[in-house]
């Protein structure tokens, strides 16, 4: 009897070790490498042409937090936007900023720059849903104060709008690595991966999530960002978007540069926040894998829900491959190329392997954390490694 049960539970065992297997082998290996087939073949036919129609109004919206580093690279940049400026609105919102960031902005009161000012600091979400109320224009582009955008790219994405269908329309951002850290390298190669599937996911039209630090939606399709709990804004405003029935799509040609984070601990803090906001709504989100709307369930699954679990995908692995042991030699080799994959890891002589193994811990712990008491508002600015120029 006791035989017997070994052997159901060594089965058990093994069937969790092949499922997690294969969910990590699609996430990081199958769905990359197909989705560009799977864009191919269900690819969205659009309802007009994209070209055609007059230019919509556009407001820009920036929530600002000590970036005085920064800041007037931002707005000289926003000045030399190739777009209609009787067509264009700049609010920025300076959300209790400790610095000069409401100073250097409230110069640039007479070119059209408006300033928000906040008494304190209560953080990006509330400062955005502030920034709506006073909006006025039909397109909302939201961006962070450290991108810094190509002369065209309003032009770029206001074209997706020219179809009443599409919702929210992301921008192309490249990243680039001043830092010459490891880190930042990984950060870098991951990024380039990211923004390949978003291209891809974006001729299907069903972008999973934006990027915050430039992206558009119709301002009427805008949703209140809860303030309770951090939010990641870009990707709950995009969600919202696709579960009202529209599409969000990706705009290579309309680009944004960033530097990488300064500091590996930096970068690895906001990866944890990142994590425990993507936690505090994830039941929010679910909606996403609603059957009757197959292909947007497949692409928030593959790219979405498997990352975000998977820390813990990689513990079960872990644990029944040694439970396996000794079943056979397979999972002895196995259990080698684990420990050595992530020897390479932790000393970091693969930077995209580092990265790649500092974002999940950080995922794991932004999971538990999304357990415990949140203090809501406020946020904490990272260093970059364009704080010096």
Same mark, same amino acid.
């Given at each position: 009897?006791?035989?017997?049960?070994?052997?159901?539970?060594?089965?058990?065992?093994?069937?969790?070790?092949?499922?997690?297997?294969?969910?990590?082998?699609?996430?990081?290996?199958?769905?990359?490498?197909?989705?560009?087939?799977?864009?191919?073949?269900?690819?969205?036919?659009?309802?007009?042409?994209?070209?055609?129609?007059?230019?919509?109004?556009?407001?820009?919206?920036?929530?600002?937090?000590?970036?005085?580093?920064?800041?007037?690279?931002?707005?000289?940049?926003?000045?030399?936007?190739?777009?209609?400026?009787?067509?264009?609105?700049?609010?920025?919102?300076?959300?209790?900023?400790?610095?000069?960031?409401?100073?250097?902005?409230?110069?640039?009161?007479?070119?059209?720059?408006?300033?928000?000012?906040?008494?304190?600091?209560?953080?990006?979400?509330?400062?955005?849903?502030?920034?709506?109320?006073?909006?006025?224009?039909?397109?909302?582009?939201?961006?962070?104060?450290?991108?810094?955008?190509?002369?065209?790219?309003?032009?770029?994405?206001? &074209?997706? /709008?020219?179809?009443?269908?599409?919702?929210?329309?992301?921008?192309?951002?490249? *990243?680039?690595?001043? =830092? +010459?850290? $490891?880190?930042?390298?990984?950060?870098?190669?991951?990024?380039?991966?990211?923004?390949?599937?978003?291209?891809?996911?974006?001729?299907?039209?069903?972008?999973?999530?934006?990027?915050?630090?430039?992206?558009?939606?119709?301002?009427?399709?805008?949703?209140?960002?809860?303030?309770?709990?951090?939010?990641?804004?870009?990707?709950?405003?995009?969600?919202?978007?696709?579960?009202?029935?529209?599409?969000?799509?990706?705009?290579?040609?309309?680009?944004?540069?960033?530097?990488?984070?300064?500091?590996?601990?930096?970068?690895?803090?906001?990866?944890?926040?990142?994590?425990?906001?993507?936690?505090?709504?994830?039941?929010?989100?679910?909606?996403?894998?609603?059957?009757?709307?197959?292909?947007?369930?497949?692409?928030?699954?593959?790219?979405?829900?498997? &990352?975000? /679990?998977?820390?813990?995908?990689?513990?079960?692995?872990?644990?029944?491959?040694? *439970?396996?042991?000794? =079943? +056979?030699? $397979?999972?002895?080799?196995?259990?080698?190329?684990?420990?050595?994959?992530?020897?390479?890891?932790?000393?970091?002589?693969?930077?995209?392997?580092?990265?790649?193994?500092?974002?999940?811990?950080?995922?794991?712990?932004?999971?538990?954390?999304?357990?415990?008491?949140?203090?809501?508002?406020?946020?904490?600015?990272?260093?970059?490694?364009?704080?010096?120029?």
């Amino acid at each position: 009897m006791s035989e017997l049960m070994g052997e159901d539970f060594l089965f058990g065992v093994q069937i969790v070790f092949w499922t997690m297997l294969v969910l990590l082998i699609h996430c990081y290996l199958l769905f990359p490498v197909t989705l560009p087939f799977v864009s191919e073949l269900f690819k969205r036919k659009k309802s007009c042409d994209a070209s055609d129609g007059e230019l919509p109004t556009v407001s820009i919206l920036i929530s600002a937090y000590n970036e005085e580093a920064v800041i007037e690279r931002k707005i000289q940049n926003i000045l030399e936007i190739d777009y209609p400026k009787e067509k264009l609105e700049v609010l920025i919102g300076d959300d209790g900023s400790a610095d000069r960031t409401a100073e250097i902005v409230a110069r640039y009161a007479d070119q059209g720059i408006t300033l928000v000012k906040a008494p304190k600091n209560a953080g990006k979400a509330a400062m955005l849903n502030r920034l709506n109320g006073i909006a006025k224009n039909d397109i909302l582009l939201l961006c962070d104060a450290n991108t810094m955008f190509f002369p065209n790219v309003v032009r770029k994405l206001v &074209r997706a /709008f020219q179809d009443e269908k599409i919702g929210c329309a992301c921008g192309h951002l490249i *990243l680039s690595d001043k =830092s +010459g850290s $490891v880190l930042g390298r990984g950060e870098s190669s991951y990024w380039d991966l990211e923004s390949e599937i978003k291209k891809f996911e974006g001729v299907l039209d069903r972008l999973i999530g934006g990027n915050g630090a430039l992206y558009a939606i119709r301002r009427k399709l805008y949703t209140e960002l809860p303030v309770k709990k951090s939010v990641m804004d870009d990707f709950f405003i995009a969600t919202k978007v696709l579960q009202k029935g529209y599409y969000c799509t990706f705009v290579s040609s309309a680009i944004g540069t960033e530097q990488t984070s300064k500091e590996s601990t930096g970068e690895y803090r906001r990866k944890v926040r990142i994590g425990r906001a993507n936690f505090n709504f994830l039941f929010s989100y679910l909606p996403l894998l609603n059957p009757f709307r197959p292909l947007t369930a497949y692409l928030f699954f593959s790219h979405k829900i498997l &990352r975000w /679990f998977s820390a813990h995908i990689f513990i079960l692995l872990f644990i029944s491959n040694v *439970l396996l042991l000794t =079943s +056979g030699l $397979v999972y002895q080799i196995f259990f080698g190329a684990f420990v050595l994959g992530l020897l390479v890891a932790i000393f970091k002589i693969v930077p995209s392997g580092y990265y790649f193994l500092l974002m999940n811990f950080a995922m794991l712990k932004g999971f538990f954390m999304a357990f415990g008491r949140e203090k809501s508002g406020g946020w904490a600015r990272e260093a970059r490694s364009d704080d010096e120029a």
